[in-house]
């Protein structure tokens, strides 16, 4: 049976900066994967070029046994779907924003899914005729998820898409990432750069530096012996960052 | 106007080099440029013109506004550095304007079927044309740069690019039209227009230059709408890769 999906020898570069070299994985059944490492080593442009925003220099995605160059990119992104950590609204409403991909794709607004994600994410108070322009950082960031899910992509790309939220509303994202996963079988490439948050949702993870895989590891495994010293310092040294951020 | 007189206008070129001088703007050389290439182009385009009035032959009037829809593609084509093909693209959209505002000028007999009617209003047309292109482009570039999340964001929902830049078009076409509405609201109570001016010193009826003018502004409207609508579909594909990501400009 084919990979879900495979990552194949990716290089990137911008200017004289190697961003990816040879990045090589595969997906081989459905799971949570967090995407690991020290900030500019090619994690967010790994994930662009999953779902073709960029193009990679070198190397081929491949997924469900096609290769990329055989996929309209409009098909590859409706299975694919990237979030990004800044999100951006639409212009319109709350409402025009959760029916972007019924109107784009000409298919029946699911109203019900709808609403039971914005109950899910602490939205329930949220006026859906509000301007999306007047949201918060943080109400941007939950509605732009719940515009994603409605899509349905087989695979969705999380690009630290719970840094501006607080304590209780990245648990709520936690968890209904978490019950989407286990309920569409959908697979989930996250990048963070918090640890606990990591261990919580993580069945696998993928430690990268330099624009390399370093590490591809069962999520418990890597947390509790990492095979590399780069990984190993990286997990010291992580939360005095982020501590020191606090302060 | 006698030559001698025409060559007393050169005072006024004359001034703004002494001014140029006095504060040190240093635009002598480009004013000398200028003034000799207008005269020189303006002289050389009334004796062309004298000619083709006077043959009265279609083949060059086709000429004359094939030459100026080149220069105005090429013109405009300027402000769309980086987009491959954006050129022919204006000139199609260009020409595409000017044969409808022609077909439906000399079809509905608004005006005389004449070089002397077809050349000049063809050239105000076009002109109007080209100024819209380029602003057109001016506005995309900039949407494109400011509206890249948002455009990403579609095309990562499955958009398509049409689908994707759609919102960016409409804003750059709504935007590339002010100068025109603008103009056509204040016509006559800011300025007197370049072609009711010119018929009104060489002796015309006020009331009949008026009547053309009006129909002028009507058709710089009409050619603002059109060209700019037509270059927003013939080249919002542009601004994508053929992979469907945004190209790099």
Redesign the interface.
């Known amino acids: 049976m084919a990979n879900i999906l495979e990552m194949n020898q990716l290089r990137k570069r911008y200017l004289d900066k190697i961003i990816l070299d040879g990045f090589t994985a595969q997906i081989t059944r459905p799971e949570i994967i967090s995407l690991l490492g020290k900030s500019g080593q090619g994690k967010s442009t790994l994930l662009r070029i999953l779902c073709r925003l960029e193009a990679q220099d070198e190397g081929e995605t491949i997924l469900h046994g096609h290769s990329y160059l055989t996929v309209d990119p409009k098909e590859w992104r409706k299975k694919i779907c990237y979030v990004s950590q800044q999100s951006y609204m639409l212009p319109g409403s709350v409402e025009d924003n959760l029916r972007t991909v019924s109107q784009l794709h000409k298919t029946p607004f699911d109203m019900q899914l709808a609403r039971e994600l914005m109950i899910s994410l602490n939205l329930d108070y949220l006026d859906w005729g509000k301007k999306s322009i007047d949201l918060s950082g943080g109400e941007k960031q939950r509605v732009a998820l719940v515009r994603t899910l409605l899509l349905k992509p087989e695979i969705l790309l999380l690009d630290e898409v719970t840094a501006s939220l607080d304590m209780q509303s990245k648990h709520a994202v936690e968890k209904v990432l978490q019950d989407w996963q286990e309920q569409e079988g959908a697979t989930f490439i996250w990048i963070t750069h918090d640890i606990e948050q990591a261990q919580r949702m993580s069945h696998r993870v993928w430690f990268i530096e330099e624009g390399s895989l370093l590490e591809d590891s069962d999520g418990r495994e890597f947390f509790e012996n990492p095979s590399t010293v780069s990984a190993r310092n990286y997990l010291q040294r992580v939360p005095q960052e982020e501590s020191s951020c606090l302060i | 106007m006698s030559y001698i007189a025409l060559s007393f206008t050169l005072i006024f070129v004359m001034i703004t080099m002494l001014v140029s001088m006095w504060q040190k703007l240093d635009l002598e050389k480009d004013i000398a440029i200028g003034t000799i290439r207008s005269a020189v182009q303006l002289l050389l385009v009334g004796y062309v013109l004298m000619f083709v009035f006077k043959s009265n032959h279609p083949v060059f009037i086709l000429v004359i506004i094939s030459v100026m829809i080149t220069v105005a593609a090429w013109s405009a084509g300027k402000r769309g550095k980086g987009l491959s093909g954006i050129r022919w693209r204006i000139a199609l959209s260009i020409g595409c304007t000017e044969v409808l505002m022609m077909g439906l000028l000399l079809g509905l007999h608004i005006i005389e079927a004449t070089p002397q009617y077809i050349i000049p209003i063809s050239g105000m047309t076009i002109g109007n044309a080209m100024v819209v292109s380029g602003l057109f482009l001016n506005h995309m570039k900039r949407e494109v740069e400011s509206n890249q999340?948002?455009i990403?964001?579609?095309?990562?929902?499955?958009?398509?690019a049409r689908?994707a830049i759609q919102?960016s078009l409409k804003r750059s076409v709504k935007s590339s039209m002010i100068p025109t509405i603008d103009g056509m609201k204040t016509v006559g109570l800011v300025q007197l227009p370049g072609m009711m001016t010119g018929m009104i010193v060489a002796g015309a009826d006020p009331v009949e230059a008026v009547r053309y003018q009006i129909l002028i502004v009507f058709a710089f409207t009409a050619s603002a709408a059109m060209t700019s609508i037509i270059l927003s579909l013939v080249s919002y594909r542009l601004w994508f890769?053929k992979?469907?990501?945004?190209a790099p400009l």
């Open positions: 999340g948002e990403e964001t579609l095309l990562c929902l499955g958009a398509s689908q919102d890769t992979d469907l990501r945004l």
